[in-house]
């Protein structure tokens, strides 16, 4: 079996997002940037289905501006096979993403394709249900299990009631979520062997997809910082203070 993952480059988790003085989006220069986090999840899962016998090429995928690089080398360095990057300097809305995954699926026919549930910059949780349904695919979204029978692959689902199973054809897209596994750290022997694996590069031209955005960001802001809270007595002032104060009851 061929296993895509996508792969997106993001600013780190750990890092206090800031807004840029002018108000035109978020401060990305002198920040440390990494993998997005579900990405991790759908490497590792790729990674192990590798190691089970049950993949026998896994191809990571990222879009973005040159530096994207650093992220596939990471999924590289984690244990795929090889990689493409889709050089492009145009902000990627999802549509767009979920249309160059279309077009690399079409080249490399993969029997199943993974990625994040969401990317931690955008939140937008739209990509995987995109390219689920650009190519006409079963999707299995928000998996905290995949189990692989003949040509077909049962997910289960974190949903809000609990866990929902799904079976689907391959091939199919997969989105990930947190419990599905715990990413490995790439060690540095495997680091150094990821330098010399394959990244092919093209341009979303080359794949005849148009990647220009379709909204316009008119204006980023802050959200506005919190009051600070105070600590109460007892419940009858508490119940004054919200009736008096706040004036809430
Ligand atoms: P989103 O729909 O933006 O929340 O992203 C969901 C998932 O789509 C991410 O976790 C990635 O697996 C994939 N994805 C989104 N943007 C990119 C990108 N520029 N390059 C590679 N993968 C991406």
């Not at 780190?12 to 990405?39: A, L, Q």
């Not at 998996?143 to 049962?154: C, I, P, R």
Request: charged content about 30%; overall charge negative.
């Amino acid at each position: 079996m061929k296993v895509l993952v996508a792969v997106k480059r993001v600013v780190d988790f750990n890092v206090k997002i800031r807004v840029k003085s002018d108000g035109t989006g978020v401060e990305t220069g002198n920040v440390k940037m990494s993998m997005n986090p579900f990405d991790e999840i759908a490497v590792e899962e790729g990674v192990r289905m590798r190691e089970a016998g049950t993949a026998d090429e896994l191809i990571a995928v990222s879009m973005g501006p040159r530096q994207c690089q650093e992220t596939i080398r990471t999924a590289l360095a984690m244990g795929a096979d090889r990689g493409i990057l889709v050089e492009t300097d145009a902000e990627l809305e999802p549509l767009a993403v979920a249309k160059l995954l279309k077009a690399i699926t079409e080249k490399e026919s993969p029997d199943l394709v993974i990625l994040g549930k969401q990317a931690i910059d955008d939140d937008c949780n739209q990509t995987g249900q995109m390219l689920a349904a650009l190519l006409g695919w079963g999707q299995g979204t928000f998996a905290s299990g995949l189990e692989f029978g003949d040509a077909k692959v049962t997910v289960t689902r974190e949903i809000d009631g609990g866990l929902e199973t799904v079976a689907l054809t391959l091939p199919a897209v997969v989105t990930t979520d947190l419990r599905l596994n715990e990413p490995r750290y790439a060690s540095l022997p495997n680091i150094m062997k990821a330098k010399k694996k394959p990244i092919d590069t093209m341009t979303p031209e080359d794949l005849g997809v148009d990647a220009q955005p379709r909204l316009k960001t008119l204006k980023v802001e802050e959200p506005q910082g919190r009051e600070v809270g105070i600590r109460v007595e007892t419940v009858a002032e508490l119940v004054d203070r919200l009736r008096n104060e706040a004036k809430v009851i």
